[in-house]
Structure formats: C-alpha cells, structure tokens
C-alpha cells in the first residue's frame, strides 16, 4: 500500500514469506494446496501485523496480495486487497479477482456500477488486505490452464489508470509480454499514473515454442497504438 508508511517494507515481506512457503507446492491439485495458500497468506498477514506492533515508524503499513500458481492443466490463486489477476482466453478477457473494497461492496449491493466504482474519490479504500488485523480471510481458488492462456496480475496503479477494454487489446496481441507490461505502465503514466504500478504477464504456451527459436510462428506483432480521444 504505497500510500502508507513503510508500505513497500510489507509488500517485500509478504512476498519473500509467501513464495519461501509455496516454492515446494508442486501438485495443485493435492488435497492440501489450498490450505496452504491460504496459511501462507495468514502467516505473511501475521507477520506483517507484528511488525506494526513493535516498530512504531511502521504503524499502518499494509500490502496487498494477489498470487498466482501455475502447473501444466491447473492454476492455484491466492488474494487479499485489490490487486487483480486477470486471465485472457479465446480472446475474452475475465477477472479472476474480486477486489476487497469499499467500492466494490457498493457495487455488489448495486449502488454503483463497475465506471462509477472506478472513479469514485474512495476507490482506493480497501477493506481487506496484508497488516490490517491479526488475521485475515484470504480468496483462494482455482481454475483449469490451457494453452494460449495469458495471465496478468496487476495492482490498481495499473488497472485503475488503464481501462479494461485496452488491457484487452494488448493482451491477446502477439507481443512479447515485457512488452505488453511496458506498454500498459506507459499508458497508466499517461494517463495520471497517480498510484504504484505493478504488472506481471504471463503466457502459457506449448512445451515445443517455449524454447522460442526463429520462424513464422515466433514472429511478434507490434504492441496496438493506444486509442486517441477527441
């Protein structure tokens, strides 16, 4: 949470804890890989939370957590806050996420609608999130992999500077993904980049291109120029 003191010290907590704690998490689909995301979330909550107990220069510090296990034919999410992982297939774009805000439980209660939400002048209040409490109630779900799959986690620096119909675009054209991530951070820059941007893209492909080599079928399309207004 960038906005808070000492945000970007939980986040590098939250990250180290929870990845040292899933790096053996081989088999998504053991009986037990559920509850480990979501120990390994509540653990990074928990140490987070301490922390802000005995450091008083970290009172308030917070982060969120969206993260992403992949295997050949299953994905394993972790959530808490308003990150978002967003999967694009068939070239339809679907969030995977529900973002732990104010907002978005005015939103399921029906009194606003998915734009006015976006611009809300309290769209950035969450309600969840790493170093809130002493516990949390992390999402954890899954979901089948196929490829030509594109994943991208993002947090609401990007998403919420960059609308969904242009993520879109640029996630089911054939560019390389650090390409796709430099050129939504640009236009997230662009258009007010008020906020800490994150963007992680992800491709699945097939075991014989993931090697890359030359030829047609590795060929890269440029980025699509972004929509000019007015």
């Not at 995977?96 to 005015?106: G, M, R």
């Not at 980049?193 to 014989?208: F, M, P, Q, S, Y």
Request: charge should be negative; hydrophobic fraction near 40%.
């Amino acid at each position: 949470m960038g906005g808070h003191a000492a945000g970007e010290v939980a986040s590098e907590m939250a990250v180290e804890m929870v990845s040292h704690e899933l790096s053996d998490l081989n088999d998504l689909e053991a009986s037990d890989a559920h509850d480990r995301v979501a120990h390994a979330l509540r653990d990074a909550n928990r140490a987070v939370f301490e922390r802000t107990r005995t450091e008083r220069d970290k009172l308030g510090m917070g982060s969120t957590v969206s993260a992403l296990l992949l295997s050949e034919t299953r994905y394993v999410v972790g959530h808490v806050g308003d990150s978002r992982i967003y999967v694009v297939r068939d070239g339809r774009m679907q969030q995977l996420t529900k973002d732990h805000s104010l907002v978005q439980e005015q939103v399921d209660a029906g009194l606003l609608t998915p734009e006015q939400a976006r611009r809300h002048p309290q769209s950035n209040v969450i309600t969840r999130c790493i170093g809130m409490a002493d516990d949390i109630d992390p999402d954890v779900f899954d979901g089948d992999v196929r490829v030509g799959d594109a994943f991208l986690l993002a947090s609401d620096g990007l998403t919420g500077m960059v609308d969904d119909r242009r993520i879109q675009q640029l996630l089911v054209s054939r560019a390389k993904p650090e390409r796709i991530v430099d050129a939504l951070i640009q236009e997230a820059n662009v258009n007010g980049g008020n906020d800490n941007i994150t963007a992680v893209v992800v491709r699945v492909l097939a075991a014989e291109s993931a090697g890359g080599g030359s030829g047609t079928d590795h060929e890269v399309t440029p980025i699509p120029p972004a929509p000019v207004h007015g």
